[in-house]
Structures are given as structure tokens and as C-alpha cells.
């Protein structure tokens, strides 16, 4: 559970607006920050994959390996003489669900044993033998043991063993490989130099098979109190640098090695920090303060507290995403005809293409292009998004009026959803880069405005199905569709997803401020 909420960052005080040569110094630090991110990332800004999918795959893997070998030999061995019996189909199973627990019981489902097949064999090969020696306990204290084949028994054992054997080494190599390639590693960062973040990086050091890759080490401290090299790792800039390098460095975790006691300090730095998909956490191996063991995550046997999490990660994420693709699919298809005829509609009523492209931003910021039918006559395409659309804007076909006002302009972004994975079907609508509310840009109306980006934005989205939709003429508007952005992002769910698609039809009838 986090520990800070997003209340939290709206109490801490307020930045002034930055000045023209604020402004330029800032714009500067972006492009340092990026370079530096190049130079240290590389090319690889993979996302990486994490250890509990990783996981939770390799025991399916192993479910199905020991379903695998139980039926084969019985499709061998028993089911020519004696077909297909009850007591095999409840017992393969039975014994595959066993085994899983006793493999989680002798630590084989971990990173570290995934990358040391050989190693581990042996103790893969007693869970497996102490899965059989229970089955055939089961099987005298309830006397069954006419309701088997004994043949069947053996090669169910030596069977399902090479398959699981052969199987870990099939792991082994795709793990190595995941490894070379940076996605097992979570790209970290430490907040805080000094005499506590070198302490916190000599701690993790010490550790084997954290996972982390640490880049080095931000601290505002300009004084002997933060050398430029803590304990081997660079000091890479201040805290305010740090958001524009996390983006293009694709970082995972900022560890924050400062006093749990230094509130205001920790709120300050978290203010600038929340904004970025990331988990942020806060050491506690040098704290005075104890809690119990429950209370900390560990990486290693460094405690450190949760701060803040992202938003929908592991399993959350798979399943968010095969919701977009699958849903996203059907859609399409559904929907075909009608951005057919959409289509052809554009094409009488006004010369030029039928799709339009424009650059917005999508999640952690990055730039993605969307898809649009074009609403606009040819030669007033505005893809910058420079002036916004207005009640009878003259630039707007007959076509383009209606598909704008019912939202049938976003359909080819469907195709973002299934073909391109930038877009999600619900989520924080994906904003043009120069759009403004009241001459201002989104940035500098809405304090944190960027933390709507810790998720791939949507074709629909909270807001939207709220009535938050279209023109933004005044700061209010934006700031309040931001607010329900935000409030989606800290409660999202699959169901809340459902909910919003099923309403969002209805939404789009009462619309009153698209053009």
C-alpha cells in the first residue's frame, strides 16, 4: 500500500510560475538529462519483464508439463485396454496441483533457481519423488490401489520428471537470454548522496539476485556532503533532473535513502517525483525507527517502505492489456461497416484523405501518433492542434460536424489499440502536445498535469463518460478533467474499465461541448 497519496502532493506547497530564463535553464537541463539517459541506457529501454508474471508463467508451465506426461502415458499404456477412466482424469491433476505446491515449498520458483537448472535438479527431482511417495500414501490409506496401473505409476514418475527437467532448461535458456538483454533487471535509481546513500548502495551491493540496476545517484546537495562518486556510483544531478532522465531512461524504482523522521524533505522531493510511472520507495535500513517486519518490502534484506507503486503492474498489466487487444478486436470488427460507410462519407463530402494523423502525448510522455477520420477540409488541418475547435468553426466539414460531436472521429483509433498497443480502449484521453486552455498550456494550468501519463491513455476514459469532453476554453475545464484522470489512474480495476465502456455510448448522447 502506498504510503503517500496523490492528496498528499496537491498539500505540499505550490512551485511559482518559472521565469523566461528559468524556463530556458529548465529546457536545457531536458536535453542534458536525455543525452546522459542515451548514454547510459543505451538502446536498451525494453520494458522488463516482471519476476511474478515470470513466474506465474513457469508454473503453468509446469502444470501442464505434468498433465503432459500423466495422460500420455495413459494414452500409452491404459486407454487401449481398459479407455479413459475417472480416477486417472481427478488424479493427473490432483498431482500437477500438488507438485506446484512443492516446488513453491523447496524454492524452485525463483529468479536465482530458473538460472541454475543443474543446480537445482536434485532438489527437483526429491519434490518430485516426495510428490509420488504422498500419491501412493493416498492411495494404500484409501485402497485404491487396484484403481491404478503400477506401469502406468512408473512412467507417470520418470516421465514427468525428464519433461520437467527438460523443461527448467528450456527456462534457463530464456531467462540467460532475457538477462543479456536487460528485461530481468529493474533500472534504479537512489535519491540522496552522502554518508546514508552510501551506506543504502554499499547495503544493496551486498545483496545477490536483487535485480537492480542502479544508474548512480541525484542529490540537490551541491556540498562535501554529496561527493560526485558515492560509493562507485555517479552522482548524475539534482532531484529536479531527475524526472526528464527517469523517462528516457525507462527507469523502474528510485529508492530515496533519506531520513523517515525528514518529512517536508521526503514531501519535497516526492512532489516532483509522483508525476512518473514509477515505484518510489524509502530505505530504512539506517533508521532508528523499528517497525515490524510486515511493515517493510525488502530487496534482499534491505527493508525499505512503500511509497508509491505504479499503477497497474504484473498481472494487472497482462490482463489490462489482452483486455484491450481481445475487446479492441471485436470491436474492429463490429464496427467495420460503420467506419466504412464513414469513410466513403468523407470522401464525397470534401476532398482529401480519409484518415487524419496527429502526434499526442501517450505513457511516460513518450510522443505516439494517432488515428483520427478527418473532420477538417484538407487545406485547414491543424495536426499541432494550435487553435482549438470551436462552436461553428469554419474549418469543420459537414461530415466532420457530426462524427465530431458523436465521437465517431476516435473509431480508427481502434487500430492504436490492436495493431499498435499505444493506446488503451478506456484510460486518460491522449491530449495534443501545444493544446492549451485559455492560451495555456495544459503543463501550466495544471500543477502535476504529467502523472495522468503513469498510464496508456484511452480511445474513452472517466472523464470523458462525466461529460469532460471537447473544447477546454477555460483552466477550470482541464483542471477538472485532469482531477477525474487522476481518480480513474488510483482506482482502476477491470471492472471499473467494463463499466465505463458500457456507459460510454450514453455519455456521447448528452454531450454538450464537442465541436
Known sequence: MNTFTVDDMKRVEQTPPLTPEQQAQQEERRVRMARLAETLAGSDTRPAWSPIVLIGLVRLFDFLVICVAGFAVHAVYVQPVRGLESYYVAAIPTVAFFALILFQAFE??????????????????????????????????????????????AGFFVLGLALLIAGRILVAVGVRWLTRRGQLDRRTVIVGGGEAGAELLTALSQQRDTGLRIYGVFDDRADDRTPDV?????????????????RHAKVDLVILSLPITAEQRVLQMLRKLWVLPIDIR???????????????????????????????????????????????????????????????AIKLDSRG?????????????????????????????????????????????????????????????????????NLSLVGPRPHAVTAKAADREYEKVVDGYFARHRMRPGITGWAQVNGLRGETDT?????????????????????????????????????????
Open 230 to 246: 558515492v560509493a562507485g556510483y555517479p552522482k548524475l544531478g539534482t532531484v529536479d533532473d531527475l524526472p526528464e532522465f527517469a
Open 108 to 153: 524452485l520458483n525463483t529468479i536465482a533457481a530458473f538460472r541454475a537448472p543443474i543446480g537445482r535438479g536434485l532438489r527437483l527431482a526429491c519434490a518430485w519423488l516426495l510428490v509420488f511417495l504422498a500419491a501412493l500414501s493416498v492411495t494404500f490409506l484409501f485402497k485404491l490401489e487396484g484403481a491404478f496401473s503400477r506401469v502406468w505409476a
Open 353 to 421: 484523405s480519409v484518415l487524419f494523423r496527429q502526434q499526442r502525448y501517450g505513457f511516460n510522455n513518450e510522443l505516439i501518433e494517432v488515428f483520427k477520420f478527418r473532420s477538417m477540409y484538407s487545406d485547414q488541418l491543424d495536426p499541432t492542434m494550435k487553435k482549438m475547435v470551436t462552436r461553428g468553426d469554419p474549418r469543420v466539414t459537414r461530415v466532420g460536424r457530426f462524427i465530431r460531436r458523436t465521437s465517431l472521429d476516435e473509431l480508427p483509433q481502434l487500430f492504436n489499440v490492436v495493431l499498435k498497443g
Open 282 to 344: 524509502l530505505a530504512a535500513h539506517a533508521s532508528k525507527l523499528r517497525l515490524r517486519p510486515r511493515s517493510y518490502s525488502w530487496i534482499g534484506d534491505v527493508p525499505v517502505l512503500d511509497v508509491f507503486d505504479r499503477p497497474i503492474v504484473d498481472w494487472d498489466l497482462v490482463l489490462k492489456s489482452a483486455f484491450d487487444r481481445i475487446v479492441g478486436a471485436l470491436c474492429l470488427l463490429v464496427l467495420s461497416p460503420v467506419m466504412l460507410a464513414i469513410a466513403v
Open 475 to 515: 483552466q477550470d475545464k482541464i483542471q477538472r478533467r485532469v482531477e477525474y484522470d487522476l481518480f480513474y489512474i488510483e482506482n482502476w480495476s477491470i471492472l471499473f474499465d467494463m463499466y465505463i465502456l458500457a456507459v460510454t455510448p450514453f455519455a456521447l448522447l448528452k454531450a454538450e461541448n464537442a465541436y
